[in-house]
Protein backbone atom coordinates (compact mmCIF):
# COMPACT_ATOMS: atom_id res chain seq x y z
CA UNK A 1 0.00 0.00 0.00
CA UNK A 2 0.93 3.41 -0.56
CA UNK A 3 -0.71 6.07 1.45
CA UNK A 4 -1.46 9.36 -0.24
CA UNK A 5 -3.27 12.46 1.66
CA UNK A 6 -5.27 14.98 -0.76
CA UNK A 7 -5.75 18.52 -0.33
CA UNK A 8 -6.75 21.63 -2.20
CA UNK A 9 -10.37 21.39 -2.64
CA UNK A 10 -12.82 23.99 -1.48
CA UNK A 11 -16.05 26.30 -2.01
CA UNK A 12 -15.67 28.50 -5.81
CA UNK A 13 -17.74 29.60 -8.33
CA UNK A 14 -18.41 28.62 -11.83
CA UNK A 15 -15.31 30.26 -14.25
CA UNK A 16 -13.08 29.82 -11.42
CA UNK A 17 -9.75 27.58 -10.62
CA UNK A 18 -8.41 25.46 -7.78
CA UNK A 19 -5.58 23.38 -7.69
CA UNK A 20 -5.29 19.89 -5.81
CA UNK A 21 -2.44 18.43 -4.74
CA UNK A 22 -1.54 14.74 -3.03
CA UNK A 23 1.40 13.85 -1.47
CA UNK A 24 3.48 10.87 0.11
CA UNK A 25 6.17 10.03 1.93
CA UNK A 26 7.22 6.78 -0.09
CA UNK A 27 9.62 7.37 -2.51
CA UNK A 28 7.82 4.44 -4.72
CA UNK A 29 5.89 7.44 -6.44
CA UNK A 30 8.44 8.04 -9.14
CA UNK A 31 7.31 4.60 -10.23
CA UNK A 32 3.94 4.95 -10.24
CA UNK A 33 1.08 5.67 -13.02
CA UNK A 34 -0.74 8.27 -11.04
CA UNK A 35 -4.54 9.36 -11.39
CA UNK A 36 -7.64 11.67 -10.42
CA UNK A 37 -10.75 10.14 -9.47
CA UNK A 38 -13.94 12.12 -8.44
CA UNK A 39 -17.19 10.84 -7.16
CA UNK A 40 -20.55 12.41 -6.24
CA UNK A 41 -22.95 10.83 -4.30
CA UNK A 42 -25.09 7.58 -5.51
CA UNK A 43 -22.53 7.40 -8.24
CA UNK A 44 -19.67 5.34 -9.44
CA UNK A 45 -16.08 6.81 -8.82
CA UNK A 46 -15.02 7.89 -11.98
CA UNK A 47 -11.32 8.80 -13.77
CA UNK A 48 -10.80 12.34 -14.29
CA UNK A 49 -6.81 12.46 -15.83
CA UNK A 50 -3.99 10.26 -15.89
CA UNK A 51 -0.27 10.85 -15.88
CA UNK A 52 2.15 7.61 -16.48
CA UNK A 53 5.61 7.49 -15.01
CA UNK A 54 6.89 9.24 -18.10
CA UNK A 55 4.72 12.27 -17.65
CA UNK A 56 2.30 11.19 -20.92
CA UNK A 57 -1.29 12.45 -19.59
CA UNK A 58 -4.73 11.53 -20.54
CA UNK A 59 -8.31 13.22 -19.70
CA UNK A 60 -11.56 12.40 -20.04
CA UNK A 61 -12.88 14.24 -22.19
CA UNK A 62 -15.39 16.54 -20.42
CA UNK A 63 -12.00 18.37 -18.80
CA UNK A 64 -10.04 18.44 -21.51
CA UNK A 65 -8.31 21.87 -22.33
CA UNK A 66 -9.84 23.08 -18.43
CA UNK A 67 -8.17 20.77 -16.09
CA UNK A 68 -4.19 20.18 -15.92
CA UNK A 69 -2.43 17.06 -14.30
CA UNK A 70 1.12 16.80 -13.29
CA UNK A 71 3.94 15.21 -10.97
CA UNK A 72 6.75 16.14 -9.11
CA UNK A 73 8.62 13.10 -8.85
CA UNK A 74 11.13 14.28 -6.44
CA UNK A 75 8.32 15.80 -3.79
CA UNK A 76 6.49 12.01 -4.38
CA UNK A 77 3.72 14.77 -5.27
CA UNK A 78 0.78 14.67 -8.03
CA UNK A 79 -1.21 17.75 -8.99
CA UNK A 80 -4.31 18.91 -10.56
CA UNK A 81 -4.94 22.43 -11.96
CA UNK A 82 -8.35 22.91 -12.54
CA UNK A 83 -9.78 25.82 -14.57
CA UNK A 84 -12.90 26.93 -15.56
CA UNK A 85 -14.85 25.18 -13.46
CA UNK A 86 -18.33 24.10 -13.55
CA UNK A 87 -21.21 23.07 -11.24
CA UNK A 88 -20.89 19.18 -12.70
CA UNK A 89 -16.80 19.35 -11.25
CA UNK A 90 -18.41 19.09 -7.80
CA UNK A 91 -17.26 16.00 -6.25
CA UNK A 92 -14.47 14.35 -3.58
CA UNK A 93 -11.44 13.98 -5.86
CA UNK A 94 -8.96 11.16 -5.42
CA UNK A 95 -5.57 10.82 -6.03
CA UNK A 96 -5.11 7.12 -7.40
CA UNK A 97 -2.09 4.61 -8.09
CA UNK A 98 -1.72 1.73 -10.50
CA UNK A 99 -0.62 -1.71 -9.10
CA UNK A 100 2.06 -3.10 -11.21
CA UNK A 101 0.62 -6.54 -10.23
CA UNK A 102 -2.99 -6.11 -11.35
CA UNK A 103 -2.72 -2.95 -12.65
CA UNK A 104 -6.23 -2.14 -10.63
CA UNK A 105 -6.21 1.69 -9.68
CA UNK A 106 -6.05 1.42 -5.48
CA UNK A 107 -5.39 3.91 -3.04
CA UNK A 108 -8.84 5.44 -1.98
CA UNK A 109 -7.73 7.86 0.93
CA UNK A 110 -10.26 10.64 2.46
CA UNK A 111 -10.34 12.20 -0.70
CA UNK A 112 -10.86 16.19 -1.30
CA UNK A 113 -14.31 17.68 -1.37
CA UNK A 114 -14.47 20.21 -4.55
CA UNK A 115 -17.96 21.93 -4.73
CA UNK A 116 -18.54 24.82 -7.64
CA UNK A 117 -22.04 26.70 -6.63
CA UNK A 118 -23.73 29.36 -9.02
Known amino acids: QVPFVESGGGLVQPGESLGLSCGTS????????MAWYRQTPGKTRDLVAS???????NYVDDVKGRFTISRDNAMNKLYLQMNNLKPEDTAVYYCAWQSANTGLWQGWGQGTQVTVYS
Open 26 to 33: NSVFNRLN
Open 51 to 57: IDRTGTT
